[in-house]
């Protein structure tokens, strides 16, 4: 059956077949329509950045080799690459900024948002170095939300604050040396938005240099401080229990799906479903079920179990099950063609953010400080949307897969403080440094239709653990892994090797589970990628050693958003070994390509890319990186 090549994905094969047969069009049929793709753009040596262009520059060595400017290929690539990273830095950092309004707005009282993790707020504080003794957690949270619009309000030429209290003190070092510490994030974007301009900067090797200071106000002002802000606000994760796929979806229930990426909305909703369920159970339905896509779905499985519909690439299928009710969307990774499959039901696209507006969709505003309002109404939409809901076109496919979510570097402390209290590292330094750990492999990011959905993640993951080596995941990646079933005790017996299995089994027995831990760990959204940056720093300072030493890579194997190429570039720039499974369009800039994925990128900042789209390969390189990393360290 085609639909095998689509995805592996057994509730999406048949939810294309029930397209194809309604003439429901897919972002498959569009990829289809799409070939073949433009060269010029796969290789990045397009430029529109004026309007002389469009300029294009012959990839085989012959004319045009410059634009009419005068600009050659590497330069080309290294000013598209900057800015899809600037784009990918902007959406994390100004998720991040409504997250500190919210923060902001519950210090003062003014909006329904409170202070759940007292812990998490008092080791931010720390960690910021603001006092904490005698403080309310009021008074402390609005210290804290003032210390991060103070990395926004920073005119002066000192880096970022939230950089320098979390990011490891030898990488500071070495940024600080290759000048590439950001100021101010908002400044660092508008800034390379001027550089990239036409007739700005003409040296791709000082563009690739500000390519890594966007990728650490990324990781810093978007990644980092959404998260610890977020946990604040709603609590850090523990470990959860959930489901994934769209067999989660119920056809006596008011199926409403949240998607996007910011919990600010989310977790009201979560709230305001369980409150008005008997005003859904008045009309008939036996209550509402919440499902999630992409990170929000993330954000309210990590913190209230809420169990996830499907991950990016099949969003428009959740839709053709005729069984959803409402899908609320907020903003990032929403197909505009959303609307379109919903007009073929009796669903409503509810968009919400001022930014995020889908014609025909209904835009149901919220604003922080009448959020509950909003919430309320939205699912009282869903909820009155149910009655219309033409049951004869209802077709829910069967599967879905238990997980448990919920790995916070605390929750993983946590775990292994069941081992060693007063030293809860140790136990899996131990076993890295012993060997029954290899190393450790986060596989992040989206998918990608130029890959079958979530195969890349699936074979390279299988490959890694039968090797020993723990993964931890985040993103669609993890609801890739979810819906495959690697999320569970049982994958560790089935697919992990055998001193793998051996550590997961008694850190899941001390910690009373009565099981092996996964071997897959879901520490959450893409956001949520700065919990793995803090594991690897922990570790790091564990051992006394540099992040680029331990025996670790990353890897996204199906990524699509600009905000995967800003996270890989945090990633190289922490000094990680980051696995592309799609190639980046710089190949028709061999300088920079060369520089990104060789020996530059590695003697500078400890880490490079590896571009390789088929994953056993793949993995068998990322297996080359972490032995010789191991050999170095001499275990
Ligand atoms: O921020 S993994 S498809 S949903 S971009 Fe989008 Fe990619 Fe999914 Fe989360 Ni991340
Ligand atoms: Fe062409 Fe130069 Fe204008 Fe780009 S900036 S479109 S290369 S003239």
Request: charged share 20%; with cysteine.
């Amino acid at each position: 059956m085609k639909f095998r090549d689509y995805t592996i994905d057994p509730a999406a094969a048949s939810m294309l077949g029930r397209c194809s047969d309604q003439s429901i069009e897919t972002a498959w049929d569009r990829f289809h329509g799409q070939q073949p793709q433009c060269g010029f753009g796969l290789l990045g040596i397009c430029c529109r950045n004026c309007v002389q262009g469009p300029c294009r520059i012959n990839p085989f060595g012959e004319e045009p080799s410059k634009g009419i400017c005068g600009a050659g290929a590497d330069l080309i690539v290294a000013r598209n690459l900057l800015r899809g990273v600037a784009g990918g830095a902007a959406t994390h950092v100004d998720h991040a900024y409504e997250a500190i309004e919210a923060l902001e707005l519950a210090a003062s009282g003014n909006a329904p948002y409170q202070v759940r993790d007292e812990a998490k707020l008092l080791a931010v504080a720390k960690k910021l170095g603001i006092e904490v003794e005698g403080k309310t957690s009021a008074e402390l949270a609005g210290e804290v939300a003032g210390a991060a619009y103070s990395d926004f309000a920073n005119h002066s030429t000192k880096p970022m604050r939230w950089l320098t209290a979390t990011a490891p003190a030898e990488r500071v070092a070495t940024w600080g040396k290759l000048g590439v510490l950001p100021r101010n994030p908002d400044r660092e974007i508008r800034e390379v938005l001027h550089q990239t301009t036409m007739g700005v900067d003409s040296d791709p090797v000082n563009l690739i240099l500000s390519t890594v200071k966007l990728g650490l106000v990324d990781g810093y002002a978007g990644l980092h401080l959404a998260t610890d802000i977020q946990d604040i606000i709603f609590g850090t994760p523990g470990p959860v229990f959930s489901e994934a796929n769209l067999g989660v979806l119920k056809e006596d229930h008011v199926n409403v799906i949240v998607h996007g990426h910011v919990p600010l909305l989310s977790e009201k909703i979560v709230e305001w479903a369980r409150k008005l369920t008997p005003e859904a159970e008045k009309l008939g339905a036996k209550g509402i079920q919440l499902a999630g896509i992409c990170c929000t779905g993330n954000e309210v499985l990590m913190r209230q179990g809420v169990p996830i519909a499907t991950n990016f690439l099949s969003q428009e299928l959740a839709l053709a099950t005729g069984a959803v009710d409402a899908m609320v969307v907020d903003v990032q990774c929403i197909m505009p063609a959303l609307q379109t499959v919903a007009d073929c039901f009796h669903t409503k696209i509810i968009t919400t953010m001022p930014i995020a507006k889908i014609p025909g969709a209904q835009h149901i505003g919220f604003t922080l400080e009448e959020v509950d309002a909003r919430a309320e109404e939205i699912v009282r939409t869903a909820i009155a949307n149910f009655v219309k809901r033409d049951m004869s076109r209802v077709y829910i496919p069967r599967e879905k897969s238990a997980m448990v979510a919920g790995f916070s570097v605390e929750a993983v402390v946590k775990a292994l403080a069941c081992l060693d209290a007063d030293n809860p590292l140790k136990p899996l330094v131990d076993n890295i440094a012993n060997g029954n750990i290899l190393g450790a492999v986060a596989t992040v990011g989206c998918n990608n239709a130029k890959v079958t959905q979530d195969s890349a993640h699936v074979t390279l993951v299988k490959e890694l653990i039968k090797e020993n080596v723990l993964i931890v995941t985040t993103g669609c990646s993890a609801q890739a892994l979810a819906k495959a079933g690697l999320l569970l005790p049982e994958a560790t017996e089935k697919y992990a090797g055998e001193t793998l299995k051996a550590v997961l089994t008694a850190v899941g027995k001390a910690a009373g589970l009565n099981a092996p831990l996964p071997p897959v760990l879901h520490m959450g959204s893409c956001v949520d990628n700065s919990r793995i940056g803090d594991l690897l720093k922990a570790l790091a300072d564990y051992l006394k050693v540099a992040v680029k030493d331990l025996p670790v890579a990353a890897s996204a194997p199906e990524y699509q958003h600009e905000k995967a190429l800003a996270i890989g570039t945090w990633a190289v720039a922490l000094g990680v070994f980051t696995h592309l499974g799609v190639v980046p369009p710089v190949l028709g800039g061999p300088q920079v390509a060369s520089i990104l994925t060789g020996q530059v990128a590695e003697d500078l900042l400890g880490g490079k890319f590896y571009v390789e789209t088929e994953p056993v390969k793949a993995a068998q390189g990322i297996l080359v990186h972490i032995r010789s990393k191991r050999q170095k360290l001499g275990i």
